[in-house]
């Protein structure tokens, strides 16, 4: 019931930035729990930032410091904002909303909705 549509990837080089949008349509659409993953080339797909019930942003470790999670209510849109870039973070991002059974662990929920996916290629 929730439409999920990423945009903003690209490519870009070693310690450039690109910032990730995820439009929301539809109405089921929770502001108080979302999230967004990627996946890279035969590997798993994993969390990279999270905004949960208590109103706190967590980060993998991976990118703590260098990316910034960010919504906009009013727009239901989310953000993801990402600095200081390295080839590592190469992969395809996706963005995830409404939280539907709790993990125990980063990113702490199992998300009902998903997005296609943005391709995020850095460069060395």
């Known amino acids: 019931q929730v439409q999920l549509v990423e945009s903003g990837g690209g490519s870009v080089q070693a310690g450039g930035s690109l910032s990730l949008s995820c439009a929301a349509s539809?109405?089921?659409?929770?502001?108080?729990?979302m999230a967004w993953f990627r996946q890279a080339p035969g590997k798993e797909r994993e969390g990279v930032a999270a905004f949960h019930f208590s109103a706190i942003t967590t980060y993998a470790d991976s990118v703590k410091g260098r990316f910034t999670f960010s919504k906009d209510s009013a727009k239901n849109t989310l953000y993801l904002e990402m600095n200081n870039l390295k080839p590592e973070d190469t992969a395809e991002y996706y963005c995830?909303?409404?939280?539907?059974?709790?993990?125990?662990?980063?990113?702490?929920?199992?998300?009902?909705?998903w997005g296609q996916g943005t391709q995020v290629t850095v460069s060395s």
């Open positions: 539809g109405d089921t659409y929770s502001r108080y729990c």
């Open positions: 995830a909303a409404d939280c539907v059974r709790w993990l125990g662990y980063f990113p702490w929920y199992e998300y009902k909705y």
